[in-house]
């Protein structure tokens, strides 16, 4: 006789779902009110729904802070007020007034998002989250944000802050750095969503506003925030152990040689490969060891290249050290493709930040 057992929760389904469906109203009636009464309201991209805007805002937002987006944004929008103007533009543009964010890939991926708007949606943003995370440079969430900001669209959020506010309010037992396990929170993410889609605005707003301030990551101020009592961390006293996410970035070291050509007040620039760090940069030219770039000098000048202090740069991946030595030449000289130009002009090139500060 065939025995008959439990089933088993499958990727679709598991014991916090309907602690989840049961909690949806509540949070989410919480959530839109508090923001309307004490969220942020002025911040320049809330006072449109234009998805243009609003997607220039999202994008510059990412791993950056408000208050530094806050002047590159009215920037942005003088230069490049249309996606259409911005599609129009040359990349090197783009990236030059992009000099300081960082993480240039957004830059580019803005710069090919605005021409697929351009080329393929006709100069309008698509009206969809599944649409527009078709588009390049935008993720899921990112995507949701602009659908539910500019159209009402009933679809989750989930970027970092929010994964700490929903992993709190859920103590979501599973390790945000399985796939699976993020999928799940996707999943009652979704089931948190307000009913009405006019809530939408206020309520995506209201996750970001709440990961910002009240659930920091440590010492989150729950007296305060509109969902204690219905958050279970909060309730076990034990907030700051959520969301959990075990694995640790490996970092890697490089070390590399930085030759500062000079020749009557111009400094030699190449720009950097389309692909990789720094990708279609302008830079110094750079030299795996010491040896290489005092073979480069001493094809161009009689006198040895002067060393500087070194810079230290942290990108995502690794710690860079980067050793300047600096050249001043009699004679000019193109050591291969690249510009010699006034410091006057460089403010139109678009520089890694180190180097930047480097040239003053
Ligand atoms: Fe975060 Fe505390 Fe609010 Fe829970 S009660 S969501 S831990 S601030």
Request: proline content about 6%; aromatic content about 8%.
């Amino acid at each position: 006789m065939p025995t008959l057992s439990a089933p088993t929760p499958t990727a679709t389904t598991d014991a916090l779902d309907t602690t989840v469906a049961a909690l949806a109203p509540d949070f989410a009636l919480r959530l839109v009110a508090w923001q309307r009464q004490h969220g942020r309201h002025a911040l320049p991209w809330q006072q449109t729904r234009d998805p243009y805007r609003v997607w220039l805002s999202e994008i510059m937002l990412q791993q950056t802070q408000v208050t530094t987006v806050l002047g590159y944004y009215q920037r942005f929008l003088a230069r490049f007020p249309t996606v259409r103007t911005l599609a129009d533009a040359h990349l090197d543009e783009v990236l030059a007034m992009w000099q300081g964010l960082g993480y240039y890939s957004r830059a580019r991926n803005l710069h090919r998002c605005a021409q697929a708007v351009r080329d393929q949606h006709g100069g309008e943003f698509p009206r969809t989250a599944a649409q527009l995370a078709e588009l390049s440079g935008i993720g899921r969430s990112t995507a949701a944000a602009i659908a539910s900001f500019c159209f009402d669209e009933r679809v989750a959020i989930l970027d970092g802050n929010v994964k700490r506010v929903l992993g709190r309010l859920l103590a979501f037992d599973g390790d945000l750095a399985s796939s699976a396990q993020e999928k799940r929170l996707w999943r009652h993410a979704e089931t948190l969503l307000p009913a009405a889609g006019a809530d939408m605005p206020s309520y995506t707003q209201g996750l970001m506003d709440l990961g910002a301030s009240l659930c920091a990551t440590r010492s989150p101020q729950c007296l305060l925030c509109p969902v204690q009592g219905l958050c279970e961390a909060q309730r076990r006293g034990v907030a700051e152990q959520f969301p959990i996410k075990t694995r640790k970035l490996k970092r890697s070291r490089r070390e590399q040689w930085w030759l500062w050509l000079e020749h009557e007040g111009r400094i030699w620039l190449e720009q950097r490969p389309a692909t990789g760090v720094w990708a279609g940069l302008w830079s110094l030219p750079l030299f795996d060891d010491e040896a290489q770039l005092l073979a480069q000098a001493q094809a161009l000048a009689a006198t040895a290249p002067e060393p500087l202090p070194r810079v230290d740069h942290a990108l995502t991946h690794f710690d860079w050290v980067l050793h300047p030595r600096r050249l001043v030449l009699e004679r000019r000289a193109e050591p291969g493709p690249g510009a010699w130009v006034a410091r006057d002009d460089l403010a139109r090139y678009a520089l890694p930040a180190p180097l930047k500060k480097l040239l003053g």
